[in-house]
């Protein structure tokens, strides 16, 4: 009989996978905070109290 060629298998491609590509994550840009402009308070004018002379009755 007619031995009945034994075929080898073709080996099933063993693909490398396509590495999904690692992406670098884009920073979130830290932002400098605004400084919430510290503003010099206004110095709430000390008045020089007008002093009333008390008429001095003799």
Not at 11 to 21: A, G, N, V
Request: without cysteine; glycine residues 0%.
């Amino acid at each position: 009989p007619t031995p009945t060629e034994t075929l080898a298998p073709t080996p099933t491609e063993t693909l490398t996978p396509t590495p999904s590509e690692t992406l670098t994550p884009t920073p979130t840009e830290t932002l400098t905070p605004t400084p919430s402009e510290t503003l010099t308070p206004t110095p709430t004018e000390t008045l020089t109290p007008t002093i009333t002379p008390s008429e001095e009755v003799i």
